[in-house]
């Protein structure tokens, strides 16, 4: 199984400030790599999928970057709703694996 | 508006079965694969099953952790995916989502969920 680490697993921030989370694969991917925002009480949405491919309806404060075995999401200039719990999920192959989570606090 | 909506889930004793449901609403279920993932108690998630589309045979995948026990499947003509899980262990209980996936493999809507817990 491809396992899925990420980094940092909290982040403290504020309002305005840029944040990057990084991703990493045991194995490359490929670009088979999205970016989910969970909140708590909601079903967790989609943000970036093939690595850097903004889904449609998200603000262009997210990006995403990196191919293999790294990858980043950045949030620039945070807003309120912005904190929650980011994750990152592997789709290259069987089993699908996500990474655990990183919380962005203020 | 695409809507996942999970049910079925509640208390059941170890060995025993339970059935998931997943309505969908707002798009046609036949164009699309369909996952069932979980999250245990303060763990991560975990894929368990995928369903793939008309154009894909509706071919099935299960994680290892469930194959042989659980089985997804779908009844198009009513718009829901079903996750029938058998033989269940207190390790099974978690929250459980529905998601509707595009063909590359990504998921871009998930259900709210439906927790499922496995205790005598």
């Known amino acids: 199984d491809i396992q899925m680490t990420q980094s940092p697993s909290t982040l403290s921030a504020s309002l305005g400030d840029t944040v990057t989370i990084t991703c990493r694969a045991s194995q490359s991917v490929s670009t088979w790599l999205a970016w989910y925002q969970l909140k708590p009480g909601r079903g967790p949405k989609l943000l970036m999928y093939k690595a850097s491919r903004l889904e449609s309806g998200v603000p262009s404060r997210f990006s995403g970057s990196g191919s293999g075995t790294e990858f980043t999401l950045t949030i620039t200039s945070l807003v309120p709703e912005d904190f929650a719990t980011y994750f990152c999920q592997q789709y290259s192959d069987y089993p699908l694996t996500f990474g655990p989570g990183t919380k962005v606090e203020i | 508006e695409v809507q996942l909506v999970e049910s079925g889930g509640g208390l059941v004793q170890p060995g025993g079965s339970l059935r998931l449901s997943c309505a969908a609403s707002?798009?046609?279920?036949?164009?699309?694969?369909m996952d069932w993932v979980r999250q245990a108690p303060g763990k991560g998630l975990e894929w368990v099953a995928r369903?793939?589309?008309?154009?894909?045979?509706?071919?099935?995948e299960h994680a290892a952790s469930v194959k042989g026990r659980f089985t997804i499947s779908r009844d198009d003509s009513k718009n829901s995916l079903f996750l029938q899980m058998n033989s269940l262990r207190t390790e099974d209980t978690a929250v459980y989502y529905c998601?509707?996936?595009?063909?590359?493999?990504?998921?871009?809507?998930w259900g709210q969920g439906t927790l499922v817990t496995v205790s005598s």
């Open positions: 998601l509707r996936g595009d063909s590359s493999g990504y998921s871009d809507y």
């Open positions: 707002g798009f046609t279920l036949s164009d699309y694969y």
């Open positions: 369903s793939r589309n008309k154009a894909n045979g509706q071919t099935t």
